[in-house]
């Protein structure tokens, strides 16, 4: 049974998943005690989705009290390997960000410890999560719409200065907010489809795991963007202690149809053979063996981004149908606000920081208007519109890197002939020239800048 809502609150934070979490931590850090997160789901995930964490999200979980306890729980990765059939490259290393960071690393931890040591946190200070209620819209308050009605499926309604929507890609705030949602680029104009178009990601255990190094993240590539990476700990506790639970993904093609909805050791077997280790480290090597799947997903990948992570709710339209935006203040971030494939580990890691990032703004609203949303000085949505032009423009920018990787993993490993003559494979081309560059540190270092966040936190 779940404890009943309140009638009103400052900031009603939708969605209780890291991104929601680290909002109320940073939140009560700022003094703002009248924070209420709301969710839909009974409890939290017990499953992993997300694995990776960069050093700016780390240099973020600190800002809110929490990064030795992450740190503690995780493994430390200390650089991306990719494999081929014709070389062994290093494409990322982190130890040289120290110049920049103290945290020169990246960690792989399952989504769901992030979440239960957030959670713990949030429960520790005294933030309530209340569950399960599912928000099913957000409207201006009939009575004074500075403030907006959030409407329950139960039918309660509670009023609050603030809505932070961090409900995910199928955001009810978003779309009661009518903030548009498309990919930056448009769709493709030739409509044609990457072996990364649809994929699975999946924990596994296994019989003759490949002897790769598990402070790294190893990618497979052979026509394909294999995903092969040691988990930390116990994640599972159906699994034996003594047993590394692996994370896997990668793409699976649209002429073997769309993955099943829990996959069995047979499917994930023939993605293995297909594309895993064994693809790309030679004839003689150990076939290895998937014993048991802990758990498994299956997604289609896409980029979106909204028009704007900050706007206020439509409150009418003007004589040319335009909405009229007065009503109380909505805001955005994480998957309600961005989402792109999960090539580079970056949709979480940028949810986090849109949040840490959001909260001294908050606190500046609070602190600049009365109960009732009347401002008491100045221009109370300025630094909201700043901080949602930055966040956006963060957002554009992984989109475009993801996008960059995406595209550079998923080269088709095809030979085409020159006039008949000369022949030209792409994989071949991306291999060598990455086989070169890759041999420099500062290349190395630059890949790892570059998906840290610290160059855009």
């Known amino acids: 049974m779940s404890e009943p809502l309140p009638n009103r609150a400052d900031i009603l934070i939708v969605g209780a998943g890291p991104t929601g979490l680290s909002l109320a931590l940073a939140l009560q850090q700022q003094k703002c005690n009248d924070v209420l997160i709301v969710d839909g789901a009974a409890q939290g995930e017990n499953t992993s989705r997300a694995v990776a964490v960069h050093a700016a999200t780390i240099e973020a979980f600190e800002s809110i009290g929490c990064a030795e306890s992450i740190l503690q729980s ?155 990476v040691a988990l930390p700990g116990q994640p599972y506790p159906q699994v034996s202690a003594n047993e590394t639970v692996y994370r896997i993904a990668c793409g699976v093609p649209s002429s073997l149809g769309t993955p099943p909805q829990t996959m069995d050791v047979d499917y994930l077997q023939k993605l293995f053979d297909a594309w895993g280790p064994t693809s790309v480290m030679g004839p003689n090597t150990p076939r290895v063996i998937v014993k048991q799947p802990a758990w498994s997903s299956r997604f289609r990948t896409r980029s979106s981004i909204v028009d704007t992570f900050f706007t206020r709710l439509p409150t009418g339209t003007d004589s040319v149908g335009k909405l009229i935006r007065a009503g109380g203040p909505v805001m955005l971030i994480g998957d309600a606000a961005h989402i792109h494939p999960p090539i580079g580990g970056q949709g979480m890691n940028l949810g986090i920081r849109d949040a840490v990032r959001l909260a001294p703004v908050l606190a500046e609203y609070l602190r600049n208007t009365t109960s009732t949303g009347i401002p008491t000085s100045g221009d109370v949505d300025g630094p909201m519109k700043r901080w949602a032009e930055e966040r956006r423009a963060r957002g554009l920018t992984v989109i475009r890197t993801v996008k960059q990787l995406t595209a550079l993993l998923a080269m088709p490993n095809e030979t085409r002939w020159i006039m008949g003559i000369v022949p030209v494979n792409p994989t071949w081309i991306r291999d060598t020239f990455l086989g070169f560059m890759c041999k420099f540190t500062w290349w190395r270092a630059r890949a790892a800048y570059q998906v840290s966040g610290l160059g855009n936190p």
């Open 74 to 228: 995780a493994r430390k990765i200390s650089g991306t390997v990719i494999q081929s059939p014709r070389a062994r490259i290093e494409m990322a290393t982190f130890a040289p960000l120290a110049k920049y960071t103290k945290y020169p690393l990246m960690i792989a931890i399952p989504q769901h410890i992030t979440e239960k040591i957030l959670g713990e946190a949030v429960r520790d200070r005294g933030v309530r999560v209340s569950r399960p209620h599912k928000v099913i819209s957000v409207q201006p308050d009939a009575e004074n719409p500075k403030l907006s009605a959030v409407i329950f499926e139960d039918g309660h309604i509670l009023r609050a200065r603030v809505v932070v929507g961090a409900d995910g890609a199928r955001s009810v705030v978003r779309d009661s907010a009518k903030i548009n949602w498309a990919d930056p680029e448009g769709e493709s104009k030739d409509g044609r489809s990457t072996i990364l178009s649809q994929m699975i990601i999946a924990d596994v255990t296994l019989e003759n795991p490949p002897p790769w190094p598990k402070d790294k993240i190893n990618l497979a590539v052979n026509g394909n963007a294999f995903l092969f």
